[in-house]
């Protein structure tokens, strides 16, 4: 049977994640801007979002949330982690039952700190949830480079399923049933990223990147595995495999933001003047909050937080980390 699907959310990667889509199966996208709607259905291009690149002309756009949703046998959510619960209260009316509903946000709620699959389960209980997360900058793909993903749902059954929807030759898509794992790794690098930044910004060499990627995903597999994620799982795609992506490259928006406040810009200023999201700015405080909770120590993200919350200049914090006086590298710090 020919599964249909509804995606919410006309940014950079919900464009990118429908274009890959569109190859397999029928999709409307959603997009609350009208003139992105119109975009893509007469000019199959996102301009503001995605300048210069050609859409598949199956891809087509509404401005009703009901058109995209109604029809639905499988809702993907692309909405950044500060609106994501109220478009899933606008999306819920129209939603039928038992319709899974697969997360590409990499954040958490501010309020609760829940991870997005958790707020999807208290607004649509009984919905199967999941998430595809992995190393994707967004422009890479529609470029036609090479690419893997992993979806992730506890399900077996329904992943496996789900996961013809959005593998494709050049975008290989692997199931994971760490759904925790998983999703906490996509969140968690980003903050890692911005501490790369920084360091890039302030004109640091290739080791101490090397040191600040490798000392981060053992940070953020501490937080993940006190949580219930699985070791293993920070160790591939969703965890160092995104980590890599997104700490090395000039694509990352989260990279960016360390970079320019490792010249000695401040954080209000930087975020001003970026049309897209930087989910690891808006996360920071929660997963300072989630740290103290399961007892991690997480000394790169805690500096991160205090810069970005103008607490510590990026020359200070960097000083510090790469002064820290160093014990086993078991250790924490
Ligand atoms: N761009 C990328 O390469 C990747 C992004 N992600 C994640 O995907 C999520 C979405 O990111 P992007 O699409 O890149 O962000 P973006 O900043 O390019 O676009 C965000 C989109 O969300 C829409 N939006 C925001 N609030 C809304 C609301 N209340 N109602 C309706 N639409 C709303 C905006 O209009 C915009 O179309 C983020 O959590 C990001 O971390 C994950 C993998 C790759
Ligand atoms: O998650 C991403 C790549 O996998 C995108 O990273 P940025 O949000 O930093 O651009």
Redesign the pocket.
Same mark, same amino acid.
């Given at each position: 049977m020919e599964l249909k699907v509804g995606l919410l959310g006309g940014g950079?990667?919900g464009t990118t994640v429908a274009s890959l889509v569109s190859r397999n199966a029928p999709i409307k996208l959603w997009a609350r801007d009208p003139e992105t709607v119109i975009d893509i259905n007469d000019n199959h291009c996102n301009s503001k979002y995605l300048p210069d690149i050609k859409l598949p002309p199956a891809l087509t756009a509404t401005s009703e949330i009901g058109e995209a949703v109604s029809g639905a046998d499988v809702l993907v959510m692309a909405i950044p982690s500060s609106n994501f619960r109220n478009v899933l209260e606008q999306a819920k009316p129209h939603l039928r039952p038992w319709v899974p509903v697969i997360s590409l946000t +990499?954040g958490l709620e501010l309020a609760t700190s829940k991870r997005m699959t958790e707020v999807i389960e208290e607004v649509l209980p009984g919905h199967p949830v999941g998430v595809l #997360? %992995?190393?994707? @900058? &967004?422009r890479e793909i529609m470029a036609g480079q090479a690419a893997a993903s992993v979806i992730s749902m506890e399900d077996e059954i329904i992943v496996k399923q789900l996961q013809q929807l959005f593998h494709s030759g050049l975008f290989r898509v692997y199931t994971n049933t760490d759904l925790l794992g998983c999703e906490l790794g %996509?969140v968690l +690098? !980003?903050i890692i &990223?911005i501490a790369v930044g920084m360091g890039d910004g302030l004109g640091a060499g290739d080791n101490t990147r090397s040191a600040l990627i490798t000392r981060g995903l053992a940070e953020i597999t501490r937080l993940g595995v006190a949580m219930g994620g699985k070791p293993e799982t920070f160790s591939g795609l969703t965890g160092m495999g995104?980590m890599i &992506? #997104?700490c090395t *490259?000039p @694509? *990352? /928006? !989260? /990279?960016?933001?360390g970079v320019e406040l490792g010249k000695g810009r401040h954080i209000d200023e930087i975020i001003d003047e970026m049309l897209?999201? &930087?989910? %690891?700015v808006k996360s920071a405080p929660t997963v300072m909050a989630l740290a103290k909770k399961y007892g991690v120590e997480m000394p790169i993200a805690e500096d991160v937080f205090e810069v970005t919350k103008g607490n510590r200049s990026a020359v200070r914090a960097f000083r510090g980390l790469v002064n820290q006086s160093a014990g086993a590298e078991s250790d924490a710090g």
């Open positions: 950079s990667w +990499k #997360t %992995g190393p994707n @900058l &967004a %996509g +690098k !980003n &990223a995104d &992506a #997104t *490259s @694509l *990352s /928006r !989260n /990279r960016h933001v897209m999201v &930087a989910e %690891g």
